[in-house]
């Protein structure tokens, strides 16, 4: 009590206190507040793929604000969920096919947008289907058919598992391959192997190679519209003639399609900053990235597995903040975190700049309640003493520290009243000579 007494007499020192406790708390809230990573790691694909592709233009962006992004190619998107769910893998970030993903397996993974469609491509030999006029338009026709349904890994197996199952086709009804797109390209040139499924954008270099295979057709979706109605995650979306290879007029009719859409997938922790500089670096890449999209499409909110991450939905409504707009990353970071440190301290002193009037006036108060104690013991000696001149210099001495006293303009009625109760002592004093 003693020590909260000597502080309460000496605002100065109280201020010192008060000010290094604000300055303890910053520091210690700054320090554990997360900033962003320099160092993120994403799970793409096969490294010719557009997801592999991609990945390496946003690492060209990023590392523009000086944060590197290490490249994890992978089997496809049943892979890059495992990594991206498991915290241990190192993997910060994933490119995962719609459709591929249970919110309910993954509860810690969360969607920050839609990137750009890929479509089934289902590849076929003209010669299989010469029952069927040479032509494959609904996947029922592939009952007893020897069919490449993706490698394990892949996005390519789970949607061509879906689709087959709309169609009743059981593995029992049909003769399913578990290959890669390579291995499924060289059966298919050897004749031994009848349809292929890949899941891929337009413009997938792999596509070449499937078209310039010699009696290979692209299949046109004729119930593309009911697909989409059954798997809301799909999109029903018009392939141009020619669109994936002018040269080689390919496809070779304006054709109905099924695609799912490659979505940008996080751990439920990422740092808000981060969804921030990934999705405003998106849509640089994705003006012009895909065919088969409209430009300003993507980055996108539709289509996605996984709830939606609550700072990437702000940011694809709204945009970027206002700071990120007008200042440097590094430097909308250093400002979002001070106001983030600022807000919370604001709410804590307001109350006690509140209070800070009334606790300088107790300040003054315990001072002149010092000096009242000095007067009333002289005035109490005048009484037992004949001592006079002593009492008179200690009077002095009292209107001296009274003098030293540095009051506000509000505060000097509390000193006037002090200095006309010692002249009433030096008259009472006075009149015992």
């Not at 669109?243 to 490659?262: G, L, R, V, Y």
């Not at 300003?296 to 939905?313: I, N």
């Amino acid at each position: 009590m003693n020590l909260l007494y000597q502080l309460a007499s000496r605002p100065a020192v109280l201020v010192s206190v008060l000010i290094g406790l604000i300055s303890a708390l910053f520091a210690s809230i700054w320090l554990v507040l997360p900033q962003p990573p320099k160092t993120l790691t994403i799970a793409t694909g096969f490294p010719d793929g557009l997801y592999s592709q991609f990945a390496h233009r946003l690492k060209t962006e990023l590392a523009k604000e000086n944060i590197t992004l290490q490249i994890r190619n992978t089997g496809g998107s049943i892979d890059n969920l495992a990594l991206i769910n498991d915290p241990n893998s190192g993997v910060n970030l994933a490119i995962v096919q719609s459709g591929v993903g249970d919110p309910t397996k993954y509860p810690q993974l969360v969607s920050l947008a839609g990137i750009f469609y890929e479509p089934l491509w289902v590849w076929y030999r003209q010669a299989a289907f010469t029952k069927e006029g040479g032509s494959l338009t609904q996947l029922s026709q592939l009952q007893g058919k020897r069919i490449s349904i993706g490698n394990d890994g892949s996005g390519t197996q789970v949607l061509a598992d879906a689709v087959l199952n709309l169609n009743e086709l059981n593995m029992e009804l049909v003769k399913p391959e578990k290959l890669k797109p390579d291995e499924a390209i060289e059966k298919l040139q050897k004749g031994d192997l009848d349809v292929a499924f890949i899941v891929a954008a337009g413009e997938a270099p792999i596509l070449r190679r499937f078209y310039q295979i010699p009696g290979i057709r692209l299949m046109n979706f004729d119930q593309a519209e009911a697909y989409t109605r059954v798997l809301p995650y799909l999109n029903r979306i018009d392939i141009p003639r020619g669109i994936i290879s002018i040269a080689h007029d390919q496809p070779k009719q304006d054709m109905n399609a099924i695609a799912s859409t490659a979505t940008l997938v996080a751990r439920n922790d990422i740092n808000p900053a981060t969804v921030s500089l990934l999705l405003g670096t998106s849509y640089d890449i994705l003006g012009n990235y895909s065919r088969l999209q409209k430009p300003g499409q993507f980055p996108s909110s539709k289509g996605l597995d996984f709830p939606m991450d609550m700072d990437a939905e702000i940011f694809l409504r709204d945009g970027p903040s206002f700071f990120y707009r007008h200042l440097p990353f590094w430097g909308a970071v250093w400002v979002e975190r001070f106001i983030k440190i600022l807000i919370p301290l604001l709410i804590i002193l307001l109350p006690i700049f509140t209070y800070l009037p009334a606790v300088i006036n107790f300040s003054l108060k315990i001072k002149l309640s010092r000096l009242y104690r000095v007067l009333k013991d002289i005035e109490k000696r005048s009484n037992a003493t004949g001592n006079y001149s002593a009492l008179h210099a200690e009077l002095l001495h009292l209107e001296k520290r009274i003098e030293q006293q540095k009051v506000s303009l509000l505060q000097t009625k509390e000193i006037y009243d002090l200095k006309s109760h010692v002249e009433l002592v030096r008259h009472q004093i006075e009149k015992l000579k």
